[in-house]
């Protein structure tokens, strides 16, 4: 059974940084893509970019081309995501999900809550 | 960045079918057959119950079906059920090489 156990909630402060880790279990993680997602409370879910596990080529959407990156660690079969510079608007909840367009598999969410 | 367009509210009675519409471009919904569709229930994650436009991840009721038209997608949920209640995203590939969601519709079965 795929599995994805995501790391606890955290608590910033504004101009900070974030790393949310996702370990998974159950298949060949080498094999897949791990794309994260955010969801603001009350909204939508927000595609952030995805990571190939086996090589580590990224896609990152635009908006945070410029303060997240996103890494794995084989070893562990766990993928990480950190996003710096914090500010208000980043409180929400982030997702792992398997998959290239397309998630099957979701961790549980990371509440990251930005405040002063 | 640009979120596909949905309805913000849609309901039915139990019995009943409903559709949700997701509306995009040529650059996303309209150039490819990668649209999914999620059921997110509060306080958990999304669930994925249609993908590739039409196909559905086995365990998920064939109650729900999907198609697409043009740039429009739609989610059909057919014998509505108290259990459908929900919100209900859709998710397009784009020619980015990104993926954008929808604003989301709220399923109240009355």
Request: hydrophobic letters at 30%; aromatic letters at 12%; proline letters at 4%.
């Amino acid at each position: 059974q795929v599995q994805l156990v995501q790391s606890g909630a955290e608590v910033k402060k504004p101009g900070a940084s974030v790393k949310v880790s996702c370990k998974a279990s159950g298949y060949a993680f080498t094999n897949f893509y791990i794309t994260w997602v955010r969801q603001a409370p009350g909204q939508g879910p927000e595609w952030m970019g995805r990571i190939i596990a086996y090589n580590g080529d990224t896609n990152y959407a635009q908006r945070f081309q410029d303060r997240v990156t996103m890494t794995t660690d084989l070893s562990s079969r766990t993928a990480y995501m950190e996003l710096r510079s914090l500010i208000s608007d980043d409180t929400a909840k982030y997702f792992c999900t398997s998959g290239l367009n397309w998630f099957d598999t979701w961790g549980q969410g990371t509440l990251v809550t930005v405040s002063s | 960045q640009s979120a596909l367009t949905q309805p913000a509210s849609v309901s039915g009675s139990p019995g009943q079918s409903i559709t949700i519409s997701c509306t995009g471009t040529n650059s996303d919904v309209g150039g490819y057959n990668y649209v999914s569709w999620y059921q997110q229930h509060p306080g958990k994650a999304p669930k994925l119950m249609i993908y590739d436009v039409s196909d559905r991840p086995s365990g998920v009721s064939d109650r729900f079906s999907g198609s697409k038209s043009g740039n429009t997608a739609s989610l059909t949920i057919s014998g509505l059920q108290a259990e459908d209640e929900a919100n209900y995203y859709c998710s397009s590939y784009t020619d980015t090489n990104t993926v954008f969601f929808g604003g989301g519709t709220k399923l109240t079965v009355l």
